[in-house]
């Protein structure tokens, strides 16, 4: 309960005015008395209420350090340089850096999310009141998994949010104050810290979406949520074009809601990059997602927008620059990006679309969601027939302009994949633009190239002209974001995964920083739609699958279904939206196996970890919200994968699959501690190929209470795409086959000749009711 | 700082505890030769990277063929299947994490590596590997044979036009054999 709200009961009371018994004077809000279920041991827990829990993990996951940088700079007494076993002047160690900086990172992630859901929050109580009634997901009585785990609230209406939110915020202000020179001093400590902001992400992306999923009309967990488009193809450029970047969907609301009012959707065209485009378009099917954020100079560059409206986190911070090139005016609708335009909020609408549309101003500041609407919509009319399209690069000045590169080779440097522009380039001044076509899909539209050309050579738009000249212009169909898994499909499908049965979750997750392209990330989720896991998707990752049709023109979201279940492929939403994929592992300790939910984060942890085989994959992470999302995941138990580029988050947390004493596991039947195996292997780990990450995600499904038959249909699967992608059978079966019963049929005599001559024995490995906890042990009073 | 020291990436830059330029290719040669137990890590880029031997894989087979060991990161391991040859294979964060170990006795149990040397990584991965193992595996001697520098390995190739590399890579290569 919050500390300003009230409560007195009395049992009676005489006063001059009679008797009263059993009086409940409740000031402020009304308790859930209703919740039968008894409070677990931790709600809303401190910074150390569960460092025991992150110390078993992080004894068993130890972090294998890479320094991005060698130097401490964050005081005066700085810089230090930590290389080595050398010290600070404040005494800090290397390690010790290097995850204060993981801290800083999960903290600027997770106040992200907190000040989204805040700003979310605080607007649609304005519009909707108080006791607007939460209600997020059909078939669903568990809802706000995260919230009842963490704080032991059940939230059910707006204003119950509010008690969440004000703990995450007070905690994220205790977890920033850690990292101040002369507090925390190690590093295991701060790893814990980390994980404590990763969970409290996970709680502010959950209010952030029940808000919006309970007022706005978004899908509410249903597999059949509505087709819409996706791609530079879906925008008909024929209409007025609106661009909203970002990932708060309020501003976008109130712009749909003037179309509608106004019968505008005729005229104008409502496309959006990153979660802004999810979530608008879970507001309204008509609302088009042009693509990931990767894809946001590309499409200012292309001309099309006639307005750019940004609302928060992600955005190029030179949009308004970027804009001018094209003469679109911007609209920032955020306090956190005004990007120095002059706070129009309270000026009468026609008069602020006329200084944007004279040019009298680059862009405005409106701040109130409920005026943008009409200042966007009307700018973007008037801007129209003033659009610059595609003439703003024509090919022959691209072939005039590439015949000045001075073969430096700085582009190349300057790219994060190293893609080889400049060879692309000499071949432009020759008159094929064939190899810039090429390497488009791979660029991750950072334009660092650009920056370090010293011919200022428009290097994104030359592969933006490229690529639209092979007619790289296509649009595809996405299933909107869905929200929840309902209570009914975890019912469902608990058994499958649990016994692992089901082979696993795989779900992919957040940004576009991908070494080689978008479309690797529809390979993953191909390879295992085939093999029957389940699919989660959200934020850029449900975007760049979707990019890609088969021979029938057929793309994933058109091919496989949108349940919870194997074989389904579920686009869950925004960034948000991620609450729900841990909700969901959540759920499967609650609703299926009847563990008690409520402020009991270590037991339900311990179960997700032993026994559900979910693995996150974030093969394009970029930001300090994916490293806090990843962060809340590792906490609650489960393995997260990144791409190459996520080595420079720092740090991976890797087991070593050689220490038979690391994998010790206590049977809750006896109490008795026996070796289980690296199951899973890792908890937070890079992978150099996509081959290899697909490798490990199998892998990583693996848990110690998968039965006999579970570990078999796992090991299929690991096996299968080992001989696949490496060309032979992997060579540490002998740390997954616990009894023979383990091994698949079909390779049963070749795996079991494999394992006997590396001295496998069975019962070496147990099969067990595994547990971390010591109180989770039944022993007998 | 001289052209060697130029990264392979803008910002990559080395910290104040930087890599040795090789001068000669004959020097890093000499360092494998006296090394007890040298280990050469390939990495996944090595099939796209043209040598006078065919490609990175195959040059990395003839340094087998001297008494280095070999392993694969990424999935690269099945590039070396296909041609015939086994080597072993680890990712490259486990096996820079095992690196940092020192009591890990390597892929043959026969125990630590005394120089490991780097080739065929993606730039940015290595450089990272490489700053985990100058920090956390102090004694541990590495050897960077790309041809940009990377400068936070012990000891490291210049950066170098690709015709100057595939010489260097080369005399290394002769003088291990010369030596076998």
Redo the contacts between chains.
Sequence with gaps: MSKKDLRLKIDELSSSIGVFKGLDIQIGRIIDDEWDEPMGPTPFPSIGTLRDWDRKLLERYKPFYMPLCDLCCLCTFGKCDLTGDKKGACGITMAAQQSRIVLLACCIGASTHCAHARHMMDHLIEVYGRDHVLDIAINTNVQAPNTRLVCGIRPKTLRDLEDALDYVETQLVQLTATAHTGQEGDNIDFESKAFHAGMLDHVAMEVADMCQISTLGFPKGVADAPMTEIGFGSIDTSKAVIMCIGHNVLPSVDIIDYLMENKLFEEVEVGGLCCTAHDQSRYDKRAKIVGPISWQLRYIRSGIPDVVVVDEQCLRTDIVDEAQKIGAPVIATSEKSMLGLPNRTHDPPDEIVDDLVEGRTPGVLILEPDKVGEVVVKTALKMKPKRMGFKALSMEKLIELAATCRSCMECVRACPNNLPLMDAVKAAAEGSVDALAKIQPMCVGCARCESACPQKLPLVSFLTKAADEKGMTDSFAIRVGRGAVTDVEIREVGRGIVFGEIPGIVALVGCANYPRGGLEVADIAEEFLKRRFIVLATGCAAMDLALRKDEDGLNLYEKYPGNFDAGGLLNIGSCVSNAHITGAAIKIANIFAKRPLRGNYEEIADYVYNRVGAVGIAWGAMSQKAASIASGCWRLGIPVIVGPHGAKYRRNLLGRADKEEDWMTLDARTGEEKYVGPVPEHLFYSAETLEEAMVMTAKLTMRPNDTTKGRAVKLSHYIDLHKTYYGAMPDDLHLYVRVEADVPFTMKEEVLGIIKDKGWEEGKIGLLDPTLLDRMVRRKS | MSAKMR????AEIP???KAHVIPQPKVAASMIKKAKRPLLVV??NAPKLKTNDGDLVDSAIRFLKTGVAVVA??????TF??RGTEVY?M????L??RL?DPDWAGFDGEGPYDIVLFVG?????EW??Q??L???A?DLRTLSLSNTYQPNASWSMGSMPVKDWLTALDEILKELEEEK
């Excluded at chain 2, 990264?7 to 803008?10: K, L």
């Excluded at chain 2, 990584?121 to 991965?125: D, K, Q, V």
Aim: proline content about 5%; hydrophobic content about 25%.
């Design positions: 990264t392979g990436q803008t910290g104040p505890k990495g996944s990161t990424g999935h690269l391991v099945k299947r296909d294979s990712p490259f964060m486990n820079g994490d940092t990584s993606l730039y940015y991965m990272l590997v700053s985990g100058k920090s956390f102090q």
